[in-house]
């Protein structure tokens, strides 16, 4: 079946790079996302990548996708503490559904 | 800026209470959305809609209903609220092209 894994927490100093990764299982996903979520808030779509695609850069934001391995990432660099958040990878299942990851909580120390 | 509206953002019911979530968007969707977040993070789709008059039921069984008797409006209503309904409930709608899936802020609800 269809699932999507991300690891539960990262933690980076300011001004560090983020790296947070997902794995997806469903190989005829066209689109590929990257939310953000931040407390008591809903989900804001950062960014998104097209399945034929290798790479995709959004100022801070760079998102690399390995479709043979089934690999997404987000990097954001110059991280923030403004930054701080959940962050979710989420596949399009073609059947007009998104199937989201559990969440990547990033910290970001001063 | 998306243009979806969740009320109350907050709420505290008693068990055994009727309650009405509601769900607002302004931008014409066809498809809407209602999931459930636990307090662990992962989100679950409840219930989805595909149009007017269309309502499905998603991958986690829920004990609520939703209604889309209009397109702006996919309400979910909990007949008998209980203490295991306690999580937030987030709304979504999803437009033509596949970059378009907006959330709505959310209702958090506690029920006693």
């Known amino acids: 079946g269809e699932d999507v894994e991300q690891s539960l927490f990262l933690s980076v100093r300011e001004g560090d790079s983020s790296v947070i990764n997902c794995t997806y299982t469903?190989?005829?996903?066209?689109?590929l996302y990257w939310y953000k979520q931040e407390p008591g808030a809903g989900l804001q779509l950062l960014t998104y990548i097209f399945s034929n695609m290798d790479m995709k850069q959004d100022q801070r934001l760079t998102v690399l996708l390995n479709k043979k391995d089934k690999h997404l990432s987000l990097r954001i660099a110059d991280t923030q503490t403004g930054d701080s958040a959940i962050y979710f990878c989420?596949?399009?299942?073609?059947?007009?559904?998104?199937?989201f990851g559990q969440g990547t909580e990033l910290s970001v120390k001063p | 800026e998306a243009d979806i509206y969740q009320t109350p953002r907050y709420l505290v019911i008693g068990t055994g209470k009727k309650i009405t979530l509601e769900c607002s968007q302004t931008m014409g969707h066809d498809k809407m959305y209602w999931y459930q977040q636990d307090p662990g993070m992962e989100l679950h789709l409840i219930h989805y809609?595909?149009?007017?008059?269309?309502?499905e039921k998603g991958d986690l069984s829920s004990e609520s209903t939703v209604s889309r008797i209009r397109t702006e409006h996919f309400p979910l209503t909990l007949e008998s609220a209980r203490p295991s309904h306690t999580s937030q409930y987030l709304c979504a709608s999803r437009g033509q092209t596949y970059n378009e899936q907006f959330f709505g802020p959310g209702t958090r609800l506690t029920v006693l």
């Open positions: 809609s595909y149009g007017v008059n269309s309502t």
């Open positions: 989420a596949e399009d299942n073609q059947g007009g559904k998104l199937i």
């Open positions: 469903d190989s005829s996903s066209t689109y």
